[in-house]
């Protein structure tokens, strides 16, 4: 779905990154993003950032888990793995050298919707850099007598899962939450795995990296023009656009699902549907996850953790994508406990919808102070930065820059957060547990 | 040890961070930390961040796991716990409130030397934080009622390390690679937490944290003169000096332990001496362990996992104190590979330190390059400058900048790191496994 969103302007569109400012060659100077579509179609955003020397390197790559062909559900986990492991002239060994000459810490993450390229490095070092980092998508080698060393790694990946029961549960929820293919873990299957060829490699990424459905961010110590021109030069000849990815909601299977396993925490996750990122209600959502999980006077640390001590571990999360919205929320505590813990958490995820459960100005007020103290650093950070560019762009279409956020967190008031709780539906929940015995489930909606 | 280190100067102290800055009322602007020792006692670092809005903040106290009595141990991660749970006129739910609405993200990690209360918040916010975070330390209430869930918490803590096989091995590595009371697990143990009576809880901290041995650094948005004058009004009254720690460095059993588990993975983990911080030879221990670990090109990586495809997982990691240094390797892996990958490993430990395996110049710069780029990432988090200005302290005396970190590793050639290894000593090392067999242990040092 996401992963076709073509770029649709031409490589001299050069736009701010607030939603209010005209659009244009100008600058918004005080968000300091830019936002251009280069020739081949992929788009790129540069935020300077001063007083800071790194600069962080984010780029997604439509060829996520999502993406994966139903019988080779992990090849992008092999993707992964291969893109860090020679390209262009250099082979494995030769690549990694040239980038750890520059003091560049990279990674492959593989998410849902693209294979993510990242990295922080000193900003003098990426005009040398860019090259490097270019080829991995451009040009990987998939040398023959890397893929079975790749393959092997990958499948011990996904047995060394088996000794994180908490990770292990986050996969189940999310198996189970989502419909398929966008519920699928980033380790991918053994099935899969096994099933690649060394050609479908090659030939699959080729098929699959393109520019368009493409996004890269730099943020930090970079210059705009300079960066977009080097890129302009580098991605010449790229052409094309990734996959348009559907699915059909009504296909996830959500409810109760138990791993029985003499693991000695039980543990405990639970999703619920929320506002995707662009709907009006996503910002009161966030407020309202940050009374329920956002400091130690959450609701949550509260009532799970702190009154009853139930258990060492407890959260709710929500994230966002660009038609959807989820809430995570986890607890981890022993055999004993976990019926009671798990009564709780679903209590108080309902509670905070009734009237008598409503969030109160004082808690409003905490939840959006940590809102806006957590936006400040996250901002100081060029690699967060970046990752939150490349994430704003794929859920809105733009950047958003700090002073945005912000102003959006401002206009806020509990009654909006109230008002939205109360006419927000959860779906459909979904609830995962491991552990020596079944929970028993007593409500879902 | 450590702990007990006492500023010996008065309040107007004010010296630069470098070691050849002359003493004095001076400040090195380039630098920007600033060093004094408060009336109480305590030492204080301060460093401004240009660009930054935010402030961290580190305060580490001489109350840490190596300060538990031997029968007790466990009850610093208990006052990790209760600190958080009110202080001075404010009950648990009124401090957490106060915080939040301030929204300062805190922790109180335990560590060996010292409980550390960590702060992350706007610097506009500091002024009015810092009553809140001082009474933490200086009026905990540890109210009766927080005890028990408390004590369930920190049980709980341990009996989840059990799920977590990654986690023990390095617990029991630590344990039986250095002599008690420095060897302890920071979730404590068992019996130690079941016997703490709350009494003890509140005497023993009375008579632990003390403003000789603890250190509090600011990095970030901060003003020295004002965070420094309001300190001393808020710290008024506090005297004393924490305990005095000792140990025995010969009676650490070290050598070979394997807990038999049927795990899916088998987790292995090595620890060898190194030079401590103070010593000539810790930067080039430093630069020797980036080249066995630092970067994608680095031996571990090239030799264990990409070549030989043994495990998904492998890293070296040197840390230093005061008075010790230690390299911390690890690899997990499949019981197949099991003995291959523990073979390779420790071949890799040894063969840095020979002719033939001597770092080369490319290594070298690869190396450097690494080190001092992370240098800068690190130095653009103000909570990561905090914590590294506390850590200099403990160990150094002074908080360093991150230009005489850069020029230290600028001054250092391939020779001198060769030099160094040829001429170190890895002490008795220790190796300790988890999975389903023994291994092989061919050599010890």
């Not at 030769?94 to 990279?106: C, E, F, M, P, W």
């Not at 110590?221 to 094309?240: F, H, P, T």
Request: charged letters at 25%; a neutral charge.
């Amino acid at each position: 779905m996401s992963g076709a969103r073509q770029g649709s302007r031409g490589p001299i569109d050069c736009r701010p990154g607030t939603g209010i400012s005209p659009a244009g060659m100008e600058r918004n100077l005080m968000d300091r993003i830019v936002t251009r579509t280069l020739s081949c179609g992929m788009a790129l955003l540069v935020e300077r950032m001063s007083g800071v020397k790194s600069v962080g390197l984010a780029w997604n790559v439509p060829a996520g888990s999502a993406h994966d062909p139903a019988d080779r559900v992990g090849i992008s986990a092999m993707w992964a793995e291969l893109l860090l492991r020679g390209a262009g002239e250099l082979d494995s060994r030769a690549h990694a050298d040239a980038l750890d000459k520059l003091g560049v810490s990279r990674g492959t993450p593989v998410e849902t919707f693209a294979l993510g390229v990242s990295a922080t490095l000193l900003g003098s070092r990426l005009a040398d850099a860019l090259p490097l980092i270019v080829d991995m998508v451009r040009r990987p080698r998939m040398d023959e007598r890397q893929i079975e060393p790749v393959r092997d790694l990958c499948l011990q990946a996904i047995e060394s899962l088996k000794d994180d029961p908490q990770e292990r549960v986050q996969v189940m929820l999310k198996e189970r939450h989502a419909p398929a293919p966008i519920n699928r873990s980033s380790l991918g299957t053994v099935e899969g795995i096994s099933a690649v060829k060394a050609d479908e490699l090659r030939e699959l990424w080729e098929a699959r990296a393109k520019p368009g459905g493409s996004v890269m961010a730099l943020a930090g110590d970079v210059d705009a023009d300079a960066a977009a021109k080097q890129l302009e030069r580098l991605l010449a000849g790229w052409s094309g656009a990734g996959e348009r990815l559907t699915w059909d909601e009504g296909t996830a299977p959500r409810g109760y699902v138990h791993e029985t396993d003499q693991t000695n925490q039980v543990h405990i996750a639970v999703a619920h549907d929320g506002p995707a990122e662009k709907d009006e209600g996503s910002w009161p959502e966030r407020v309202a996850t940050a009374v329920l999980s956002g400091g130690m006077s959450g609701r949550l640390f509260t009532e799970v953790r702190e009154k009853r001590g139930l258990c060492y571990s407890v959260y709710a999360s929500y994230g966002t994508d660009a038609t959807f919205g989820r809430t995570v929320a986890y607890v981890g505590t022993t055999p004993e406990r976990a019926q009671e813990s798990l009564d709780v958490l679903m209590g108080e995820i309902m509670r905070l919808r009734t009237e008598e459960g409503r969030v109160t100005p004082e808690e409003f007020q905490r939840a959006v102070v940590g809102m806006k103290s957590k936006l400040v650093t996250s901002g100081e950070s060029s690699g967060a930065r970046a990752a939150a560019l490349v994430r704003d762009y794929h859920r809105l279409g733009r950047g958003r820059s700090l002073e945005e956020m912000t102003a959006r967190i401002d206009a806020l008031k509990v009654e909006d957060v109230n008002r939205h709780l109360r006419g927000s539906s959860l779906g459909r929940m979904t609830i995962a547990t491991i552990g020596p015995q079944a929970l028993k489930v007593k409500r879902e909606t």
